[in-house]
């Protein structure tokens, strides 16, 4: 079974605070990406990554940045957590273009 | 860009009977429809995907169509059981990498 696995379950950071979310994939996929999930607002892309090295800005890349060292890992960052950064974060996986993705069970992020 | 919506945003029916959960895309250009599903506090699963040169593709109690001159895509649930109380989302993507999702529509299945 392909395995997207997030470091937390739950975190809780201050504002200004820099923020590290990780996330591994052991099916040796090309495709990493991070969504961002609001209620009413279904899953927004934030960034994507479909080779080491390469990243791509998704629709809602301000205030994060991204980091693929390594194929099967893939890092959110935030610079300087903000309030408005409270939210679900779901990383996922794809073998290809127009393939299934395979998602994480997220990660809640509260900044207070 | 892609611009998905989805409707309707809540969905409450009586076990065994029919769900039917309706997304439209604004671009012509996109060629593969997945539908995933989201149980409580897990990440979205997929419960099947349709591509442009197909109308309609069935798997057991699913099935989704597909209208590409009118630009709109559903998923047909039939005689629901409990299990299928989740968060239902449907995506749209063109040739690149990216998925754009609808606003997701949760189902209640009453017993």
């Known amino acids: 079974d392909v395995k997207v696995t997030q470091s937390s379950r739950y975190l809780v950071k201050r504002t200004g605070e820099k923020v590290f979310l990780e996330c591994v994939q052991d099916m040796d996929h090309e495709n990493m990406f991070w969504y961002r999930q609001d209620p009413g607002l279904g899953l927004r892309l934030i960034y994507f990554?479909?080779?080491?090295?390469?990243?791509e800005k998704g629709d809602i890349p301000e205030g994060y940045s991204v980091s693929r060292e390594k194929k099967e890992r893939f890092s959110l960052i935030l610079e300087s957590a903000s309030t408005n950064q409270t939210s679900m974060y779901l990383c996922?996986?794809?073998?290809?273009?127009?393939?299934?993705?395979?998602f994480g069970q997220g990660t809640r992020l509260t900044v207070v | 860009g892609e611009n998905v919506e989805q409707h309707p945003s809540t969905l409450s029916v009586q076990e065994g009977d029919s769900a039917v959960i309706k997304c439209t895309y604004s671009?012509?250009?996109?060629?593969?429809f997945p539908w995933y599903k989201q149980e409580l506090g897990k990440g979205p699963q997929l419960i099947i995907d349709?591509?442009?040169?197909?109308g309609e593709k069935k798997d057991q109690r699913i099935a989704v169509t597909l209208n590409k001159t009118a630009k709109h895509f559903s998923l047909h649930i039939t005689e629901t059981q409990p299990e299928d109380s989740a968060v239902y989302f449907c995506?749209?993507?063109?040739?690149?990498?990216?998925?754009?999702f609808g606003a997701g529509t949760t189902v209640t299945v009453r017993a």
């Open positions: 996922a996986s794809s073998y290809d273009r127009g393939t299934e993705a395979f």
């Open positions: 349709i591509r442009s040169n197909v």
């Open positions: 995506a749209a993507s063109t040739s690149d990498y990216k998925l754009s």
């Open positions: 990554s479909y080779d080491v090295k390469m990243k």
């Open positions: 671009d012509s250009a996109s060629n593969y």
